[in-house]
């Protein structure tokens, strides 16, 4: 079995509250965390209307299949997620 995590740190230009900081990146939950071998949470700058980080947990049991889960996840991210992405961290346990 094969863990990774994954940390996506996001830029919300012009964003001035926490309700339309929410509503930017809501729905992380109902993208990603339907998928039985992924965790998904807000992690980081919670209190920061501008700036938002996520992490991301996933098993797999190849590596192979594990980079692949999390390039799809990267991949999704950016297409669909309305801010910048700043910063992507992979750690592979």
Do not use: Y
């Not at 692949?68 to 992979?90: C, F, H, N, P, Y």
Request: proline residues 2%.
């Amino acid at each position: 079995m094969h863990i990774g995590v994954m940390t996506l740190t996001f830029s919300l230009p012009g964003c001035g509250s926490l309700k339309e900081k929410r509503q930017r990146m809501g729905g992380m939950h109902e993208r990603f965390g339907r998928n039985p071998a992924v965790a998904v949470c807000e992690s980081g700058e919670l209190n920061r209307h501008d700036a938002s980080e996520w992490s991301f947990v996933v098993v797999a049991t190849s590596k192979r299949e594990l980079e692949s889960l999390l390039s799809q996840i990267e991949d999704k991210v950016q297409r669909t997620v309305e801010a910048r992405v700043m910063g992507v961290r992979r750690e592979l346990l």
